[in-house]
């Protein structure tokens, strides 16, 4: 009491509210980051009970909306050159029209026996979503475990597969990491950093059998899962397939999440800063129909992050010295946590490259989801079907 008393005597009751918040926000922060995100560190997939004794055969979903001869000569021959030890297939779905881009995926059979092409005709008047190109193509699937990615998205190493097909024998539902390609510049820095940031929201969650999203470029599922809960929900969106979904069908004891290096992917993005906000903007739209408990838990890291740097500010500019010591001491101590669990996340992840630059990382993304947030407010027609 004396202590308090002392303190409201030098700073004035203002002070001492002001050192109480700072006080309590670095707990809520030292909270997420040694506790909350630590879960992901420790995580060993091993500890779960196996469900099957050998990697399962596979089949690889993959949806194609364009003409993109770069991914047939790039992106594809890496899950071809997979190394797993049973069987697995390639299902590509084309949407569109043109018949020699078609052609060229059908020569592909040639060499490769394992893979399988269905078409849908593309017809503006009716557009065909992710989730309807995906169900053709589970139906097409001849093997009851299945992995969904994208065209935009390519293994890291040839274990992709391998790494997902072990996860399997965990679980009938298996998440994977997907990061953005390394390149040149800033922009490419923070958009690996949100990507990461992102995806440890949910890690997080999913390993403490919390489970309710994970990311359609690296995504697994079974056939019998599927079929039994009827199929994608929210139909009427173009979104929801990696966590709308998983919501549906995730239990405590059936997710099995994929934490290596080795099952990670690497998506290739488009455009720059201002279009990767569009993507959070498009994506974010099925945020609001998320679990209380899982918004909760964001909103708490980002607002008492945003108000810790606040307050902290605040006493750097009208506080005594000695108190503006204190206050940045505690900023560097919750910068030193956060930087330090990153780097150890990403490890986990198979990011490199993080640590050194993490600081500007950590100022912008309060900035970056504040400037989402605000875009959330305007309805994305694109997003409604």
Known sequence: MRYIDTI????????????????????????????????????????????????????????????????LDERLPQIFAQEYAAPFEVVIVYIGSDSDFYEELTRLRLMHPNLTVTK????????????????VGIKSAHHEHMVMTTSDAAPVTD???AMMGKAFMRGEIVLGYAGVEPAAGLGNYLMRMSQLQCSTYWLSQ???????????????????????????????????EDDLFVQKIATPENVSVALTPKAAVSRRTWGG??????????????????????????????????????????????????????????LLARYAMAAARMKSIAERAGEKGVAMRYFMFDLLNPFMMLCVRAALLRKDKSVWR
């Not at 050192?19 to 670095?26: D, M, Q, T």
């Not at 994970?214 to 173009?238: A, P």
């Open 8 to 71: 409201t005597e030098h700073y004035g009751w203002q002070g001492a509210a002001l050192a109480a918040i700072i006080i309590i926000l670095f707990g809520i922060q030292s909270y997420y980051w040694i506790f909350a995100y630590g879960r992901i560190v420790r995580f060993r997939n091993s500890r779960r009970k196996k469900r099957l004794e050998a990697e399962p055969p596979l089949s690889v979903v993959i949806p194609l909306f364009t003409e993109d001869y770069d991914y």
């Open 120 to 135: 849908i005709e593309y017809n503006p008047r009716f557009p065909i979503s992710v989730k309807m190109a995906l169900n």
């Open 159 to 161: 274990q992709w597969l």
């Open 206 to 240: 999913a390993v403490a059998r919390n489970a309710y999203r994970g990311t359609r470029h690296n995504l697994g599922f079974t056939k019998s899962l599927y079929f039994g809960s009827k199929g994608f929900t929210h139909l009427n969106m173009n979104i929801g």
């Open 273 to 330: 800063m201002s279009r990767w906000i569009g993507q959070l903007r498009h994506y974010g739209s099925a945020y609001a129909f998320y679990p209380v408990g899982v918004r909760n838990a964001i909103e708490w890291d980002l607002g008492s992050q945003s108000l810790f740097f606040l307050t902290v500010a605040a006493a750097v500019a009208f506080m005594p010295v000695e108190f503006k010591a204190a206050a940045l001491l505690l």
